[in-house]
């Protein structure tokens, strides 16, 4: 079972997608963010679980520095009602600072967003390997 990452942001969201086994966590792209265009965002998020027979998804649980919710937040908590609705098992997996991780490793590129969205997934991975 492949499993769908999401760093979400107000400008945008990065998806990656785990491997058949659910072993690693790979970039697979940067999706447009505005509130004019949540719906389509929410359906490209659908289309491509979908086409990767995706059950499940592991949405970034953004917080500060001392664990507080950041303003975010409620975006993304609505993002997860919304997948939920279209039967997928949504998961918070709680993310500090994963852009800026991503851009250390990498550098700034347009697929930054979706390599912060694999660390998120890869994190979720590692904790529940052996469960």
Known sequence: MRILGIDYGTKRIGIAISDPNA??????SVLQN???KKQSVIDAIISIA????????????????KGVANKILPDVLELKK?????NLTVHLELEFMTSQQAERFQGKTQNTDASAAALILQSY???????
């Open 23 to 28: 072993q690693f966590a790979l970039p697979h």
């Open 34 to 36: 505005s509130i004019s």
């Open 50 to 65: 979908t086409a990767n027979a995706v059950q499940k998804v592991i949405v970034g649980e953004s917080r500060d520095y």
């Open 82 to 86: 919304e997948l939920e609705k279209h």
């Open 125 to 131: 991975l590692d904790s529940h390997k052996n469960k």
